[in-house]
């Protein structure tokens, strides 16, 4: 399944017992939250089947938790678990990123 | 600060950008009952309020009363992936949030643009700040957006969303010195100075100078002050008038120091404040050094009627000086200031630069109504080094004369506005006791002084003398020949006594003998029985 010389993914992303913890932080049901929602869901199911967990935190109901959690912009998405935290921003349109991004980078093809 | 609406204030790294937003709120908080909230994207909010509490800023305590609420965001760029469309509505919650809660009346974000570098789509960053902003205006928030500085007003260009007011900071370093100034660039509906204003970051916090009111409009009162010299005052028809500039200009060593001193010694005698800020001497200097003339301002500081300013020139930004000075006055109200040695502040400054500085401490004091005497260094006779003579009311030059192998101080009062004043030239002698002025000697070979005057004082005494004695002499000598007419005259007299006495001797023997002669006759011509011939005789 990988490449001997690049390990793009994180040694963790090969570890099947490895859960991953996500967190998408969201404002409310806006157009690009939704979208956040579905693209994440999405690229989850397709790559970490059966081992993942998402919380959506809607910001509107407690806003102080955005200085808390330092989010600045919505929709965030930040990977708790397997560290170290990542944060990718936007609505995840662009599933390469999100994967780049939560270094669950695939193989091609 | 426009309310309701948002400035922003660019600058470069320390220019104070941070600071004047944070004293923004904690001015609104404290004076004018408007909580506030402050978003920090550069550093943590333990660390704005450490960095502010140095400065008398107490940001905890203002936000256990709810009158302040610090959000702080550190983001790195390096953890931040973007993906597709986003927005800032976390930072629009938070500040509705912080809006509702404690009614935050004032916005400081500082510093925004550090959203530009975290996220790289800067379309999204600035629609988002264009909303930000004008969603602050809606809700009638005072806001502070600070900015990075660079070529043009904001790295950026934010400038482009905040329209309403534009403050420039900057941090200017010339020959080594820094200044920190502040420009207001742009204030819609307002009148607004354009100058560059200095500022300071003081352990009071910002404070920017009230300065360059170039208006002529300061009283003018008639009451005149001692210059602590009596012969002074007397040069100057009865001393200083209230509220005057005085400029003691000469060459090095020549007592302007003393001078300025005396006016103090005089001020703090009649139980006023003055301030005293020196150049070139520390304060412990200057009071040992007059106190070998005879002055102890020890006293007056010990009084607390006399406060001591010192800094070298070069320790400060002109500007800094200045805004220095201004705090003093406005802390102290002296209403007596001695500015002693700005020929000081010319080093490494511009001449230029030190004018205007120097014209705006004069035009600063003077609107106070302070009596100012300034000293400083001039070269030449009768320019000061940095041409504010015009600026004076009162010029007293003080130079060095050399004759005879020694040098001698002279004193002359080259103008004296609105007073009659002694066109004299007066030597000016510094003794342990203090100043004397003395009369010079003006002869035919020009002014004397010093030794030579001595000289020819005593050259005068001399011939005074000997013209006295020649007097008693002539005097004495005429007396005695009246003594000796007189004498003459006594003998005289007695010797006219004596031949009057003679003749009535003779006289008297003359009718003795006359008496005798008939006696005998008559003696004779009875014992003859004469006849009488034909006389009295006869019939006796």
């Known amino acids: 399944m990988t490449e001997p010389r690049r390990t793009g993914a994180g040694p963790e992303a090969s570890d099947p017992r490895q859960t991953w913890e996500l967190r998408l932080y969201v404002t409310g049901r806006s157009p690009k939250c939704a979208r956040a929602i579905e693209n994440l869901q999405a690229a989850c199911e397709q790559h970490l089947a059966g081992r993942y967990r998402i919380e959506v935190v809607d910001l509107l109901e407690n806003p102080r938790l955005a200085a808390d959690d330092q989010i600045l912009a919505v929709p965030t998405l930040v990977r708790k678990l397997p560290p170290p935290i990542r944060k990718i921003v936007g609505d995840l349109s662009d599933t390469d990123r999100l994967l780049v991004g939560l270094q669950l980078r695939p193989r091609k093809g | ?540």
């Open chain 2, 1 to 540: 600060m426009p309310k309701g609406r948002t400035t922003l204030v660019t600058g470069g790294t320390g220019s104070g950008k941070t600071l004047l937003g944070v004293q923004f709120l904690v001015a609104g908080a404290r004076e004018y009952g408007e909580p506030g909230v402050l978003v920090s994207f550069e550093e943590s909010a333990e660390k704005v309020s450490a960095n502010v509490a140095s400065l008398g800023l107490d940001l905890d305590g203002l936000q256990r009363n709810g009158l302040l609420v610090v959000h702080a965001f550190r983001v790195d760029p390096a953890e931040v992936i973007e993906t597709g469309e986003f927005d800032f509505q976390p930072l629009f919650l938070l500040l509705a949030d912080a809006i509702e809660r404690i009614g935050a009346k004032r916005v400081v974000l500082d510093t925004v643009e550090v959203l530009f570098t975290v996220f790289r789509d800067r379309a999204i960053v600035r629609a988002e700040l264009g909303r930000l902003f004008r969603w602050l205006e809606d809700r009638a928030v005072t806001a502070i957006v600070t900015g990075e500085r660079s070529d043009g007003l904001s790295r950026y260009g934010i400038e482009e969303y905040v329209s309403d007011c534009v403050i420039v900071l900057d941090h200017r370093i010339s020959d080594e010195v820094s200044t920190r100034r502040l420009r207001i660039v742009k204030y819609r509906g307002s009148a607004h100075g354009t100058n560059e204003y200095p500022f300071l970051i003081s352990a009071r916090g910002f404070v920017v100078l009230p300065i360059t009111s170039v208006a002529l409009d300061y009283a003018a009162p008639e009451e005149r002050i001692s210059t602590g010299v009596a012969r002074l005052d007397h040069m100057l028809s009865g001393g200083l008038f209230r509220g005057s500039t005085v400029l003691v200009s000469g060459t090095a060593g020549t007592g302007k120091t003393t001078l300025g001193a005396y006016l103090i010694d005089s001020a703090c005698a009649r139980g006023e404040r003055a301030l005293l800020v020196l150049f070139e001497e520390s304060p412990d200097q200057v009071i040992r050094n007059m106190r070998s003339v005879g002055l102890d301002l020890w006293r007056w500081v010990e009084a607390g009627l006399l406060r001591m300013w010192a800094a070298r020139p070069t320790a400060f930004g002109l500007e800094t000086h200045l805004a220095i000075l201004a705090q003093l006055i406005e802390e102290f109200a002296p209403p007596v200031a001695v500015l002693d040695g700005l020929a000081g502040l010319t080093h490494g400054s511009c001449v230029a630069e030190v004018a205007s500085m120097v014209a705006r401490q004069i035009d600063l004091l003077k609107k106070q109504g302070i009596t100012v005497l300034a000293t400083t260094l001039a070269a030449e006779t009768e320019t000061s080094t940095i041409g504010i003579s015009s600026l004076v009311d009162t010029w007293l030059l003080l130079r060095n004369v050399e004759s005879d192998g020694e040098r001698n101080r002279l004193l002359f009062v080259l103008k004296s506005r609105g007073s009659a004043h002694s066109n004299q030239v007066r030597e000016f002698v510094l003794t342990d006791r203090g100043i004397e002025l003395v009369d010079v000697y003006v002869g035919s070979a020009g002014v004397v002084t010093g030794s030579a005057r001595t000289t020819q004082e005593a050259r005068e005494r001399d011939t005074k003398l000997q013209r006295d004695e020649d007097l008693m002499r002539r005097q004495r000598e005429v007396r005695r020949a009246i003594i000796e007419g007189e004498a003459r005259l006594a003998v005289l007299q007695d010797e006219l006594a004596a031949e009057k006495a003679e003749i009535d001797r003779i006289e008297r023997r003359q009718q003795h003998q006359t008496a005798d002669v008939e006696e005998d006759r008559a003696a004779m011509a009875s014992r003859r029985w004469a006849d009488q011939a034909g006389d009295e005789r006869g019939q006796r």
